[in-house]
């Protein structure tokens, strides 16, 4: 069945749309625009939502190939970071990140808690769940993309102190993020009452944040070994 994905046509599917999309980049490359603006442009066209070329089940068995990719990019990332460089500018790098995070969480907040009814989501919930669920849609909101930043930086080739600020910006920036979607999600577990507050919370953040420095830091460490 076409809808089950798999098999010679679903990698032959793939493989034109991939090649297409390499065109499209540099199609946008041609009106000096990021070839990953093509790529995501190209990316939507083809899409199971729009023009249907790529199926749900083909675009389920990228799923592997997407998060290998986020890996190394964002591996890249930190591999891109100076902290030695940015260790004077570390405390005003995160106070900037803090405002610029809390002016657009807390003004997102106020505007889906407003128009919540409106939202395709749960229209008929009471205030303290809206509440809740308006935090954690604008806490996935306000996200920021350290994979599309250094993108950017590496195809442009930029280098020097302001790509280097922006970078180190997005990356602690994400992981403020990482901590306030933790929280969020354990506010709407408990005005859901599907679960206790503070229960998950220490645990979920060691694995997302500790676990994610251990493991850069033992693949860093072999890396260097090499």
Sequence with gaps: RP???????????????????SLTGELFDRFR??????YLFFGVVCGPYAGAILTPAMARELQIVNGVAIALIAFIAGLEINF?????QLRAMLTMGGVMLA????????????AWEWLPIAPQVDRLP???????????????????TIAVITESRARGP????????????DLMLILLFTLSM??????LGSGQAGH???????????????????????????
């Design 3 to 21: 809808d089950r994905g798999g098999g010679p046509g679903t990698a032959l599917a793939i493989g034109f749309a991939l090649i297409a999309a």
């Design 33 to 38: 625009l990021p070839r990953i603006s093509g």
């Design 84 to 88: 030695a460089r940015l260790r004077p």
């Design 103 to 114: 002016i657009m969480w807390v003004s997102l907040t106020g505007l889906f808690f407003l």
């Design 130 to 148: 809206r509440l809740a669920l308006a935090m954690l849609v604008a806490t996935v909101t306000v996200s920021f993309s350290p994979t599309v």
């Design 162 to 173: 302001l790509s280097e600020l922006v970078l180190a910006l997005v990356v602690l920036a």
């Design 186 to 191: 354990e506010g709407v577990r408990f005005a």
């Design 200 to 226: 998950g919370i220490l645990s979920g953040l060691a694995w997302e944040i500790f676990g994610s420095f251990a493991f850069g830091g033992i693949v860093g460490a072999c890396f260097a070994f090499y």
